[in-house]
C-alpha cells in the first residue's frame, strides 16, 4: 500500500471511532433522560403522586404487587445498579430477596420511599454522564456500563408501567393536576 492510501484508510479508521464515540455519546444521553420519561414513558414521578396510604398498600387481588411493594422493589434495584455503575461491589440479592416482607407502610414511610426513589434518579443521571459506554461493571458480569444502564431503564419503566396499571384498576390514574 502507498503512504497516501495508508493515511486515508488511518483518518477513515479515525472518523469512524470518532462517530461511533458520537452515537455512544447519543445512546448514553437518550438512557439518562428515559430515566425520567424523555423519549420513552409517563413520568415515574407523576406516577407516583398524590396517592393517599390506603391506596399505596392496596392489591386488587391476592397475586398482585402492591404500589408500595413495587415500589420498594425498584429502589432497591436502581439503589444496587447505581452503585454497580460507579464501580462499586454489590452483594445481588437472591430471588425472592428483593421484595419487602412486609406490606405494610407509614405515610412518612411512603414519603421517604418516593423521595429516595427521586433521588435515584438525579443520582443515575449523573452517574450516566460519566459513564463511557463499553466499560466492564465489575460488580456485573459480562455487563457493560451502557447496557447496565439500558437495564435500569427498562426495570424502572416496567414497574412505572404496573403502577400506573395498579392506579388505573384502584380507580386513581390520573392523578389530579
Known amino acids: 500500500m502507498d503512504k497516501n492510501r495508508v493515511n486515508e484508510k488511518q ?15 447519543q445512546f448514553i444521553e437518550t438512557l439518562a433522560k428515559g430515566l ?12 407516583l403522586q398524590a396517592i393517599s396510604i390506603d391506596k399505596v ?4 387481588n391476592p397475586q398482585t404487587r402492591s404500589i408500595f411493594e413495587l415500589l420498594h422493589h425498584v429502589v432497591l434495584w436502581q439503589n444496587l445498579t447505581i452503585e454497580a455503575l460507579q464501580g462499586h461491589d ?5 430471588k425472592g430477596e428483593d421484595w419487602p416482607k412486609s406490606n405494610a ?17 438525579e443520582r443515575a443521571e449523573i452517574v450516566a454522564e ?6 466492564p461493571i465489575p460488580a456485573w458480569e459480562n455487563m457493560s456500563a451502557s447496557n447496565g444502564l439500558l437495564v435500569l431503564v427498562q426495570h ?9 396499571l395498579l392506579r388505573q384498576v384502584l380507580g386513581i390514574w390520573p392523578p389530579e393536576s
Not at 472518523?15 to 455519546?25: K, W
Not at 460519566?130 to 466499560?135: F, Q, R
Request: with cysteine.
Open 156 to 164: 424502572n419503566s416496567y414497574h412505572m408501567g404496573q403502577i400506573v
Open 105 to 121: 407502610v407509614s405515610k412518612e414511610g411512603w414519603k421517604e420511599l418516593v423521595e429516595e426513589f427521586t433521588q435515584g434518579l
Open 57 to 60: 398498600v392496596e392489591k386488587p
Open 90 to 94: 454489590v452483594i445481588w440479592p437472591k
Open 11 to 25: 483518518k477513515a479508521v479515525k472518523q469512524s471511532r470518532a462517530c461511533d464515540t458520537t452515537m455512544t455519546d
Open 36 to 47: 425520567k420519561a424523555k423519549y420513552t414513558h409517563v413520568d415515574p414521578i407523576r406516577a
Open 130 to 135: 460519566m459513564l463511557e459506554s463499553e466499560t
